[in-house]
């Protein structure tokens, strides 16, 4: 295996690995926004 390619294959890994960390951080970030807002709605009422 050539070295170019095992790069080429390691850097479309490395883009598909911050393209899921950017998923992921979308996800954590929702489920934050929605407890904050669960925790704001219990302590109003």
């Known amino acids: 295996m050539p ?3 095992l790069m080429t294959v390691t850097r ?3 883009h598909d690995l911050a393209r899921e960390v950017r998923a992921l951080q ?5 489920i ?3 407890m904050a807002v669960a925790v704001a709605l219990l302590i109003s009422f």
């Open 12 to 14: 479309g890994q490395m």
């Open 26 to 30: 979308t996800t954590i970030g929702a």
């Open 3 to 5: 070295p170019i390619t």
């Open 32 to 34: 934050v926004v929605i």
